[in-house]
């Protein structure tokens, strides 16, 4: 997230004292939301040491590099995230696509990447396999935006892939899924490929400002999972608060709402993103100068309310637990 950039400092800090002459190329989230902070930062402290911001993707970046430095030992057997630096890897995380073709006014996936792009299912399923073969993984959690679009040439084939290979993984999608992409078989083939975690993002039942999905959609998205085998506690439903002008009395209904239909809720605190248009109107509202420094983008500290109601706030937080743990247990 972009408010934990003094981390990215404490590393180059690190690396132009010990490696002054190694070119560092900076690229992820901060970079590419906040890059003017990024370059007054690097202009202030590291002015003379080689510091490249890449904004490009991921494999663009990797190619230009491999053209400009040659490997120094053997190269990486793939591309794929370096799990294997861990001691012990409790569960693999796994990208089947980048972005989303939804734009919500709040969200950073357009302004990360602009094209919704879904990689092939072949080499998704190749590297599920990678880490279940060489390290025994079982655990998968998909950060997809979209994990759900194009259902049928997309994810299904990667899990009838994983069906037809007998494998007994266990996934999890953290990241939410879009209730309006679940159709009774979509809500079978998950149950059926072994989905123990589904998040559905659904940001308000009042006065709502996407339209990803509607509440009609959501409540039939649920029933269809319940149908398929899916136990409650194994659902869960994101609600997003602290907005601007934030009216907690909705916030309220919305988590008695998704109690009297024993749907878990999980409150998400809103964070502004620089770009968006929710980032403008948190302007007018933010105690804090947001646009002069990310760390206010810190979600904990509710940037959007002038005045944050403390005692409201953990009262929804307890709300929120209490209605968890009695559709839980
Ligand atoms: S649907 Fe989700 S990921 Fe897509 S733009 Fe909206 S909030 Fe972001």
């Known amino acids: 997230m972009t408010y934990w950039y003094p981390g990215l400092f404490v590393i180059l800090d690190f690396i132009t004292q010990n490696y002054p002459e190694i070119p560092i190329y900076i690229g992820g989230i901060y970079v590419k939301l906040c890059s003017e902070h990024l370059k007054y930062e690097i202009e202030r402290f590291y002015r003379d040491f080689p510091i490249y911001i890449v904004k490009s993707d991921v494999e663009e970046f990797l190619e230009a590099i491999k053209k400009s430095f040659s490997p120094s030992g053997t190269p990486y057997l793939n591309d794929y995230p370096i799990f294997d630096m861990q001691t012990s890897i409790p569960y693999v995380i796994i990208m089947t696509s980048y972005g989303c073709p939804f734009n919500c006014p709040y969200c ?133 608060y602290g907005i601007p002008d934030e009216n907690f009395e909705e916030v309220k209904s919305s988590l008695l709402f998704l109690e009297r239909h024993k749907i878990p809720p999980y409150l998400a605190e809103f964070s502004p993103i620089p770009g968006t248009p929710f980032f403008e109107i948190t302007k007018q509202y933010s105690r804090y100068p947001i646009e002069e420094d990310p760390i206010f983008h810190n979600n904990t500290v509710f940037p959007a309310l002038k005045k944050p109601d403390w005692k409201e706030i953990e009262k929804l937080k307890a709300l929120a637990r209490k209605i968890r743990h009695s559709i839980c247990n």
Request: glycine share 4%.
């Open 108 to 240: 950073a996936s357009k302004k990360l990447y602009p094209q919704f792009k879904q990689k092939n299912s072949e080499e998704v399923f190749e590297e599920i396999l990678f880490w279940h073969k060489n390290y025994g993984i079982i655990d998968f959690a998909f950060y997809d935006d979209a994990l759900l679009f194009n259902f049928d040439s997309h994810l299904a084939l990667i899990l009838e892939k994983i069906l037809s290979c007998g494998l007994n993984l266990r996934f999890h999608t953290p990241n939410a899924v879009h209730a309006r992409f679940i159709t009774e078989d979509v809500a079978k083939l998950l149950k059926k490929a072994g989905f123990k975690t589904i998040r559905i993002g659904l940001e308000r039942v009042e006065n709502r400002f996407d339209n990803k999905v509607s509440i009609e959609e959501f409540l039939q998205a649920v029933s269809y999972l319940k149908t398929a085998g899916f136990k409650e506690r194994e659902l869960g439903a994101y609600l997003l």
